[in-house]
Each structure stands twice: as C-alpha cells, then as structure tokens.
C-alpha cells in the first residue's frame, strides 16, 4: 500500500473528527433553541458504515495488494477533493443547522442558498457522502469496499431521508395548525 495513499485515509479520517466537533456544537445550540431529535436507531449503523469504509479502504489495499492504477485513482482523488468541497459548503451553507444527526429546530426556515438552492438538488451533502463513499477506496482500486459502502449507504441513505422529512414535515404541520388556531384567536 502506498504511503500517501494510507496519508489520504487518514486525512478524511480527521476531517470526519473536525465534523464531529462541528456536529456537537451544532447539536447544543439546536437542543438549547427547542431542536426535536429523530433517527437515532439508524445513527449507529452510520456511523458504523462511516467507520468501516475507512477501515476498509486501509484493509483492502494491504490484504489484497491492490494496485494504485493511475487512470482511475487520479480522477477518483480528483472527485474525493470535490466531495470534501461539496461537504464543507454544505456546512459552511446550513450553519447551525447542520449536523451528524437528525435534528431540526421548530419554526427556522429551510436554507435555500447555496447548495440547496437547486431544487433538484435536495440533498447535496449525501451526494457529497455517496461520491466519497464510492471514490476513496477506488483511488487505490479497493473496488470491494467501495462497492459494499455505496450498496449499505444506499440503504441507509434511504431511511435517513424517510426519517428527516418526515420530521420537517411533522414540525411545519404542527407549526401551521399552531399559526392556523393563533388566527382565531382573540387578540
């Protein structure tokens, strides 16, 4: 295995701990301003998967000795770089509104800038997690774990959306009854 290569793994590895502490922070001040968390038997698995596919990208390459086959691992390096790109403007863009887990704070607008002001682009920072999840291990030709990661996050990715919109949908239905009965009201 290449030593740059095992570098590159470990760099994403810190960068997914630099989430994590961005993801924390992000978690008080939504708790602290009434955020409803959801999705919390799925989390585990995720972080599991995200867990293993560095694992696996490490594992793979040694025990298997794959080659690092320039034609493919140049322009996988190039889109692993995008989605990290993709990722932090996703972050960058929802501010205190995103994190690790499902948590969303009643009464505070969906974002639409950025990223998400393409309409059919509703989940950007999946995007940017499924190319990674396919990429990183493919910049060494680690083509099982590569193939495994997108197949179990496709699954995933599935419930975990279900989960999210269901609880914006939840929380906008509740917050316009609430409006819709404050209208009647006596002022």
């Known amino acids: 295995m290449s030593t740059w290569?095992?570098?590159l793994v470990v760099l994403v590895a810190v960068e997914r701990l630099?989430?994590?502490v961005v993801a924390r922070r992000n978690a008080r001040w939504s708790l602290a301003r009434g955020g409803v968390v959801a999705?919390?038997?799925h989390y585990p698995w995720m972080v599991a998967l995200h867990t293993g596919l560095l694992f696996?990208?490490?594992?793979e390459v040694w025990l298997a000795d794959r080659p690092f086959v320039p034609a493919l691992g140049w322009p996988m390096l190039v889109l692993v770089l995008a989605a990290q790109g993709l990722r932090w403007w996703c972050i960058a863009t929802l501010g205190r509104q995103w994190n690790t887990e499902v948590i969303v704070v009643p009464g505070l607008p969906l974002v639409a800038r950025g990223p998400y002001r393409l309409a059919w682009l509703r989940h950007p920072n999946y995007v940017a997690v499924a190319v990674e999840g396919a990429a990183l291990p493919l910049v060494h030709t680690a083509w099982l774990t590569a193939a495994v990661f997108t197949v179990l996050n496709a699954a995933l990715m599935v419930v975990r959306i279900r989960?999210?919109?269901s609880l914006m949908d939840r929380l906008s239905a509740a917050a316009a009854s609430g409006s819709r009965s404050q209208e009647g009201a006596p002022g």
Not at 56 to 59: A, I, K, S, V
């Open 163 to 165: 989960c999210e919109e």
């Open 39 to 41: 999705g919390r038997g």
């Open 5 to 7: 290569y095992a570098l």
């Open 18 to 20: 630099a989430e994590l």
């Open 56 to 59: 696996g990208c490490l594992l």
